[in-house]
């Protein structure tokens, strides 16, 4: 069965280039991202990462935690953080699970149950692990996204999701589409105009199901 918004992640045991983890005691009361690649020695996937270690300091003021996964073992791993490193001038200190079994694919439905990897593979072999996941303090899925190989992930937007995750999640409100830190919010249609006078100041009413308001600073 498809992983669902909503659904507790699984707690798998993973071994990483960190050593041996647990996801939900690695989560713990964190915020994480767990983003997926098909083959290390990329070269889209190299950008990628590189793209999230240059946002270490990003993850840490949102207290989220990443993780990478790769199908490839933990030498390779470490072999490849040099390459990321020297690509995008930043360090990658977050851990990369070795997913070479794909226990992990398969548990976060990146891969067909019954997927398996021929000997001299190509990244093609795996190429639907290339996926990202969003999830809660409370161990639960918030968001997912699944890319094509020839597609690099925005990263930008994954920070931005990741906001507007956090701030619904704190606030009790939506966001409209392209939302940033900052702009006005989507009040949910359950809260009546009083309440919502009482909590904004100040309500703007666009129709009469979509009104918007400013949050206090």
Known sequence: MALRINDTVPNLSVTTDHGEISLHDWIGDSWAIIFSHPKDFT??????????????????????????????????????????ESFGGAKPDFAIVADAGLEMAKAFDMLPAEAVLPDGRTPADSAT??????????????????YPMTVGRNFAEILRALDALQTSAKE???????????????????VSDEDAIAKYGAIDTKLPYLRMAKLPS
């Open 43 to 84: 070269p889209v996937c190299t950008t990628e990462f590189s793209a999230v270690a240059q946002l270490s300091a990003e993850w840490a003021a949102r207290d989220t935690k990443v993780l990478g996964v790769s199908v490839d073992g933990v030498e390779d791993h470490i072999k490849w953080k040099a390459d990321i």
């Open 129 to 146: 692990v290339r996926s990202v996941f969003i999830v809660g303090p409370d161990k639960k899925l918030k968001l997912s996204m699944t």
């Open 172 to 190: 009790n409100i939506a966001t409209p589409a392209d939302w940033t830190v900052g702009q006005d919010v989507v009040v949910p249609v359950a």
